[in-house]
C-alpha cells in the first residue's frame, strides 16, 4: 500500500509530531515499506477467530473504589516543566 | 583480590556470607570497572553514592545473618526502570531531567532484597531498537570483537547497556526489558544469559511503557544459576500491575538439578529461515544433539504461523506504543520545546514530540496512529490481533502434544557492526526480532543461552520457550544445555 504525503501529514497531526513539509516525502516512502511488510497478514484466514485481548486467560482483579494514595502535589508538580501555584502551566488553551 | 567483578553472583553470594569478601569491596572494583570502561558507554547515569551506602547496609545486614541470596551484590538497572531520586529518562531526550519520586516495583524489590545499584544502563530510546543506536545517550559497545578487527559493534538492543555491562564485568548482574527480543538477542550477542519470563510474572510498574500488552521485565546474567537467583527476586504480585499474576513463585534455583531425562524438546520447523548462515543452522544442531545426550526426547514440531509474527508484532506493538507515548506532551515532565510568541497548546506538544523524540521512536508512534486510526483499526489492528491468537494456539498446540519445552536459535546473525544498518531499511533490523518476538506475542517464558562462537570468534545464543509460568522448569533446560555447550569464553579486554 502506498502512502501519500498528505496521509503521511494527517498521521503526523493525529500524532503530534511536527514535521516539517520537506520531510514528508521520505516520510511517507518509509510508512509505506512498513504497511507493505505488514500486509502479509492479509495472507491469514482469521475467519472467525477472536482478537487477542489478553495474554494470559485470568479475569483482572477487583479492588475496593477507595482512595489509597494521594496528598502530595509538590511531588506531583516536582517534575513539571512549568508549574505555578499549585498547577501544571501550558500555553493558552481558549482563544 | 583483582577479579572481584569477574564473580558471578552465586559465587559473590557464597563469598559474602563467608565473610571472605564484602560488598563494599566488590562495589568499589565495580564502579572502579565502570570507570575505566567509558568507550563502552554502557552506564549512562552512574550512582556510586548510592551504591556505597547500599554496599554498607548489606554487609551489615549480612553480619547479623540470614540475608537473602541478592544482598550486597552490584548490580546495574536499565534506564527503562524509574529509580527514585535518579535520573530514569528511557535514553529519550523527552525524559531529559526526569527524576521519578517514586521507585519501580522491580528495583523496590530488588533493593528490599540488599541488591546494590551502580547506575543506569544504556538502551535504544524507549527500548524500540535491536542495535542500541537510537539512544540519547550514543551507542552502547559491544565488548566483544571480530577477532583482531577493531569495528564497534552492536551489543544489540534495545537493553544493549545491560548486555555490554555484563559481558565486560563491569556488575555482577543487571536487569533488561523484553518487548520483542529486547532481552534476549541482547544477551545471545554479548554471551550472556537472558530471560524473559511469562508475561505477568514480573510487575510492569515503575517501568516506563512501551507496548503493554508485550514488555515484562527480567534478568541478564553471566549463567543460568544467576538467572535463577535474579528472577526470583524480581518476581511476584503487585497489586499496582493489574496484569501482575497472583502465583506462588517458587525456588527457581533450587530446580536447577540439570536433570532432564524424558523430558520432550521441539525443534519448530518454520524457524529454519531462508538465508540463514550456516553457523545458526549448525549451532541449532548442535543444541539439538546436546539435549538429546543429556536425555531428552526430540521431536519436530510446527508452527505454522510463525512467518506471521513479525508482521503482527510491527502493528501491535507500535499502536501500544502511540497510545502509551501520548502522554509525553511537555505538560507533567520531561522536556518541554520553546514556544514562539502567539504559538498555543498545539504547537508545544507538536514541537516538544518533534525535539524529544529521535527518528524511530516517532516512525513507531506514527505507524502506531496510523493502524489505530478510523477506517484502519478493523483492517490493520484488529487483523494482527487475531492473528497473534493464531501464533498463541500454534504453542498451546505444541504444549498440549507433550512438548515440554522449544529449541531455536536466538538470533539470526551473530552481532553487526554499529552503523552497518544504517542505510537498510527499517524492516531489515525489524528482523533480528525474528525468532523472539513469537515469544512475546505468546505471553511465555523464553531464556537464550551462550551457547557458541562463530568463526569470528563472535558468540551465539540458543534459545529456549517454555511453558507459561514454568520458568522453573524452563531454566532447568537451560542450564543442561548451558553445562553441555560448556561455554566460558569471555571477551579479550581492549577497553
Redesign the interface.
Known amino acids: 500500500m502506498s502512502?501519500d504525503t498528505d496521509?503521511?501529514a494527517r498521521?503526523?497531526?493525529?500524532?503530534?509530531?511536527?514535521?516539517e513539509d520537506d520531510q514528508l516525502p521520505a516520510?511517507a516512502q518509509?510508512?509505506s515499506?512498513?504497511?507493505d511488510?505488514?500486509?502479509?497478514?492479509?495472507?491469514?484466514d482469521?475467519e472467525g477467530?477472536?482478537?487477542?485481548?489478553?495474554?494470559?486467560p485470568?479475569r483482572?482483579?477487583r479492588?475496593q473504589d477507595g482512595v489509597t494514595d494521594g496528598g502530595?502535589q509538590d511531588?506531583?508538580l516536582?517534575?513539571?516543566?512549568?508549574a505555578r501555584e499549585g498547577f501544571?502551566a501550558?500555553?493558552?488553551?481558549v482563544? | 583480590m583483582s577479579d572481584l567483578t569477574k564473580l558471578k553472583v552465586a559465587g559473590a553470594r557464597d563469598a559474602l556470607r563467608a565473610g571472605d569478601v564484602t560488598s563494599v569491596e566488590l562495589t568499589e572494583a565495580c564502579l572502579a570497572a565502570i570507570e575505566g570502561a567509558g568507550a563502552l558507554n554502557a552506564f549512562v547515569h552512574k550512582t556510586p553514592e548510592i551504591a556505597l551506602e547500599q554496599a554498607r547496609a548489606a554487609d551489615a545486614r549480612i553480619k547479623e545473618g540470614e540475608a537473602p541470596s541478592m544482598c550486597g551484590i552490584p548490580m546495574g538497572i536499565k534506564d527503562l526502570f524509574c529509580t527514585k531520586g535518579v535520573a530514569s529518562q528511557a535514553a529519550s531526550r523527552i525524559l531529559e531531567?526526569?527524576?521519578?519520586?517514586y521507585e519501580s516495583t522491580v528495583t523496590t524489590q530488588l533493593f528490599d532484597a540488599g541488591a546494590v545499584m551502580l547506575g543506569k544502563l544504556n538502551m535504544d530510546e524507549f527500548a524500540m531498537g535491536s542495535s542500541n543506536e537510537t539512544s540519547c545517550y550514543g551507542n552502547a559497545v559491544n565488548p566483544w570483537r571480530r577477532g583482531n578487527d577493531d569495528t564497534a559493534l552492536t551489543p544489540g538492543g534495545s537493553s544493549g547497556g545491560s548486555a555490554a555491562a555484563v559481558a565486560a564485568d563491569l556488575c555482577l548482574a543487571a536487569t533488561g526489558t523484553d518487548t520483542g527480543g529486547s532481552i534476549r538477542q541482547p544477551a545471545a550477542f554479548t554471551g550472556i544469559t537472558g530471560i524473559k519470563p511469562?508475561?505477568?510474572r514480573c510487575s510492569r510498574w515503575g517501568i516506563v511503557a512501551f507496548a503493554s500488552?508485550l514488555d515484562q521485565a527480567g534478568p541478564m546474567t553471566k549463567d543460568v544459576r544467576d538467572a535463577a537467583i535474579l528472577l526470583q527476586a524480581m518476581c511476584g504480585h503487585d497489586?499496582k500491575d493489574?496484569?501482575s499474576?497472583?502465583l506462588p513463585v517458587p525456588d527457581f534455583e533450587a530446580m536447577l538439578t540439570g536433570d532432564i531425562k524424558g523430558k520432550t524438546i521441539g525443534i519448530p520447523r518454520e524457524y529454519r529461515m531462508e538465508g540463514m548462515p550456516e553457523e545458526i543452522e549448525a549451532l541449532w544442531t548442535r543444541g539439538r544433539e546436546m539435549l538429546a545426550d543429556a536425555g531428552a526426547k526430540i521431536v519436530d514440531i510446527s508452527l505454522p504461523?510463525t512467518?506471521?509474527a513479525?508482521?503482527?508484532y510491527?502493528?501491535i506493538a507500535p499502536a501500544e506504543a502511540?497510545s502509551n507515548l501520548?502522554r509525553y506532551?511537555?505538560?507533567?515532565?520531561?522536556?518541554?520545546a520553546r514556544?514562539a510568541s502567539g504559538?498555543?497548546?498545539?504547537?508545544?506538544?507538536?514541537?516538544t514530540?518533534?525535539e524529544g523524540?529521535g527518528h524511530e521512536v516517532?516512525?513507531r508512534?506514527?505507524?502506531?496512529?496510523?493502524?489505530l486510526?478510523a477506517g484502519f483499526y478493523d483492517a490493520?489492528y484488529?487483523?494482527?490481533?487475531?492473528?497473534?491468537?493464531?501464533i498463541?494456539k500454534d504453542f498451546e498446540e505444541a504444549f498440549a502434544a507433550g512438548v515440554d519445552a522449544i529449541l531455536t536459535p536466538a538470533t539470526p546473525s551473530a552481532a553487526f557492526g554499529l552503523g552497518e544498518m544504517q542505510e537498510a531499511?527499517?524492516?531489515q533490523m525489524?528482523l533480528n526480532d525474528v525468532f523472539t518476538v513469537t515469544v512475546n506475542l505468546?505471553?511465555l517464558p523464553g531464556v537464550s543461552v551462550p551457547a557458541g562462537l562463530d568463526k569470528q570468534g563472535l558468540p551465539l545464543g540458543l534459545q529456549l520457550i517454555g511453558r507459561?509460568w514454568e520458568e522453573g522448569d524452563l531454566l532447568n533446560t537451560a542450564y543442561a544445555l548451558e553445562r553441555a555447550a560448556g561455554f566460558v569464553e569471555k571477551p579479550a579486554k581492549w577497553w
Open positions: 502512502i496521509t503521511a498521521v503526523a497531526k493525529l500524532a503530534r509530531i511536527r514535521v516520510l518509509e510508512f515499506n512498513i504497511l511488510f505488514i500486509e502479509q497478514l492479509n495472507e491469514v482469521v477467530v477472536e482478537p487477542m485481548v489478553s495474554v494470559t485470568m483482572l482483579k479492588r502530595m511531588k506531583i516536582s517534575n513539571a516543566p512549568d501544571f501550558v500555553p493558552k488553551v482563544e | 531531567g526526569f527524576r521519578p519520586e511469562t508475561y505477568g500488552s497489586a493489574s496484569t499474576a497472583d504461523h512467518k506471521y513479525l508482521p503482527a510491527y502493528v502511540s501520548a506532551d511537555g505538560v507533567r515532565y520531561g522536556h518541554r514556544l504559538e498555543g497548546i498545539n504547537d508545544m506538544y507538536e514541537k514530540r518533534a523524540f516517532q516512525r508512534v506514527m505507524v502506531g496512529t496510523y493502524v486510526s490493520y484488529n487483523r494482527a490481533r487475531k492473528v497473534r491468537t493464531l498463541k531499511d527499517p524492516v525489524y505468546a505471553g507459561p
